[in-house]
């Protein structure tokens, strides 16, 4: 495992600058060739410089985008502690990736035994402009780029720069991670052009410490249509509509060039963390349920959690839409914020309970108890209100 390498995510500073800085110290070295009573302003000018160079490498960094930066953008932030940065690998054992259209790499990564972490970048080659995952020719361009300043749809920004546009996929090969392992997506494009894609998904249970995997990376890219019926289509609501209405893109996919590329990656453990446990049965009759257990497990990057839960009373439940989830409440109250994750999902067992499972912002110290309160996520009515206490 790699500790984060602050000074790769700096970059390399343009061209302008660097030509600047090799003026003002060719300047300073002839200066000091000078009398002594000038080293003074050499001392301090070498002082300017070097707060050129740090303010230079601050502006790169700031247009190199990393797993914090996704999280950051989260609604309620990171929920992350300080302590996240040390468990990040950049730059992971990996093979492949490479292509004609686009090149793919994992850029950074964190398996901490619950969660698997990715920021993958797609490089393209000159003249392409790469679309994310969910995003489509008349989306804002300021979606994919996060500048709030341009108002094209992202193929009106391809037309007026010569681009082609093309849609990027990234997916788990299913063979160790499982096709059902990537549970949030997110998406960047940085100022070259390099996207960037964020992928998280739980750990497969009986993953060993040393985790290796395929992901299946692919460029289409997008090309007139036809006719309307090859084309792309959309969905979008008038103002006081409540069905979407469809229209074209006028695109279509180009399956004829599409790139297929697999970017094999290797990452190793992080933890293992601190894990709580409570068996304290709790009834909300008002939704028909019963809290059987609730499970903790602490990590710099969130504290998950799991509740599982039994239906006790079929009609109070079927009265709810099967919409009932549960939040976990602090001193006043209110919610406790989401964690890394993004979302949660609630799963049914074999023996017919369920798990919702997700995480909260990680936090330093474990809490002894939980205040866990069902609501309906439909109706957001709220239910009955229980407090457990939490053991090792």
Sequence with gaps: MKKR?????????????????????????????????????????IAIAACLILTAVAFAAANHWGLFDFLDHKPGGSGVLPEAADIVATDPPQ?????????????????DGEYIYMVVEATPREGLLLCGPSSGP???????????????????YARQNDLQMAS??????????GNGFINSIDYHMEEDGTLLVMLAGTVPEGASDTFADVLQCSVTPLVPAIGEDDAITYGYYE???????????????????????ELSFTLSLAGPYEALYSAQNAEYPLCGVRVDSVAFTASPMALYYEVRFT?????????????????????????????ATLSGSIDQEADGSFVQSGSL????????????????????????TNELTLNP
């Excluded at 990027?168 to 991670?177: E, Q, R």
């Excluded at 103002?239 to 695109?251: E, H, K, L, R």
């Excluded at 309160?373 to 239910?383: G, I, P």
């Design 5 to 45: 390498d602050f000074r790769k995510a700096f970059g390399t500073p343009d061209a302008a600058f660097v030509s600047t800085v090799e003026n003002t110290l060719r300047r300073l070295r002839e200066e000091e060739e000078r009398p002594v009573k000038r080293k003074l302003r050499f001392s301090a000018a």
């Design 95 to 111: 093979e492949g990736g490479a292509g004609e259209l686009a090149s793919f790499k994992l850029r950074e990564a964190v398996h």
């Design 138 to 156: 008349k989306d804002p361009m300021r979606d994919l780029t996060g500048d709030a300043s341009l108002s094209m749809t992202i193929d009106e």
């Design 168 to 177: 990027v996929h990234i997916g788990a090969s299913g063979d160790a991670l």
């Design 239 to 261: 103002p006081d509509g409540d069905d979407p209405v469809y229209a074209s893109t006028g695109y279509t996919l180009d399956q004829e060039n599409r790139q297929e590329t």
């Design 311 to 339: 239906v006790i009373d079929e009609t109070a439940y079927a009265a709810t839409e099967e919409g009932v989830w549960f939040e976990f409440l602090d001193e006043n109250g209110d919610a406790l914020p989401g964690g």
């Design 361 to 384: 912002a990680a936090r330093e110290d474990m809490p002894e108890t939980v205040v866990l309160r069902a609501y309906n996520c439909w109706t957001k009515e709220r239910y009955e």
